[in-house]
């Protein structure tokens, strides 16, 4: 089975505070992405990366940068919380099949708060 | 023009009944169709997939694509209480390995 880990399932931290998400899988997909959900908007990206230091923004990229070193390691990072994005955020992993043809497997999410 | 529409909800349906929830897409280029089930607090999990124009059956689901009319349909049967959660229905995007989301139906099965 696929295995989308979190580092954590609840966090809250300040504003102005530097944030770091990490998220683990142990597939060796080659895509990563992570999203935020909330209520009323749906999964909205922020970045993805289809391979170690490669990475490309998603459709809500500001005020977050991430980091992958490793391919098993996708680490979304807040530069300075800000009480907006107090949020659900998942990560997710797919496999590098055909384009088009990926699924995506979903972390169990971190719910962030931001004071 | 969103570019994946799902019908918000809540869709009450009772138990036993048949569960339908449809997902229009814009993008005619789109080849795979997705649906993810999220319970409450949880993260989505995948329940099926189609590529191919008609139905696919797993169970008491099926998936039903028209890619002529830009839709895509998920029916469940015998619908069970433990089936209440949020629909996501998603598209791929383009020839790159993102999906475009749609927002999501809630789904309530009345006992």
């Known amino acids: 089975d696929v295995k989308v880990t979190q580092s954590s399932r609840y966090l809250v931290k300040r504003t102005g505070e530097k944030v770091f998400l990490e998220c683990v899988q142990d597939?060796?997909?080659?895509?990563m992405f992570w999203y935020r959900q909330d209520p009323g908007l749906g999964l909205r990206l922020i970045y993805f990366?289809?391979?170690?230091?490669?990475?490309e923004k998603g459709d809500i990229p500001e005020g977050y940068s991430v980091s992958r070193e490793k391919k098993e390691r996708f680490s979304l990072i807040l530069e300075s919380a800000s009480t907006n994005q107090t949020s659900m955020y998942l990560c997710?992993?797919?496999?590098?099949?055909?384009?088009?043809?990926?699924?995506?497997?979903f972390g169990p999410g971190t719910r962030l708060t931001v004071l | 023009q969103k570019e994946v529409e799902q019908n918000s909800g809540p869709l009450s349906v009772p138990e036993g009944a048949i569960a339908s929830l449809n997902c229009t897409y814009s993008?005619?280029?789109?080849?795979?169709f997705f649906w993810y089930r999220q319970y409450s607090g949880k993260s989505p999990e995948l329940i099926m997939f189609i590529y191919s124009n008609g139905d696919k059956e797993d169970g008491r689901f099926t998936a039903q694509l028209n890619k002529a009319s830009q839709y895509v349909s998920l029916l469940i049967r015998d619908s069970q209480p433990s089936d209440s959660a949020t629909y996501l229905c998603a598209v791929n995007k383009d020839s790159n390995y993102q999906l475009i989301w749609g927002a999501g139906t809630k789904l309530i099965i009345k006992p």
């Open positions: 597939m060796d997909h080659e895509n």
């Open positions: 997710a992993s797919s496999p590098r099949r055909l384009a088009g043809m990926d699924e995506q497997f």
């Open positions: 993008d005619r280029g789109s080849q795979s």
């Open positions: 990366s289809y391979d170690v230091k490669m990475k």
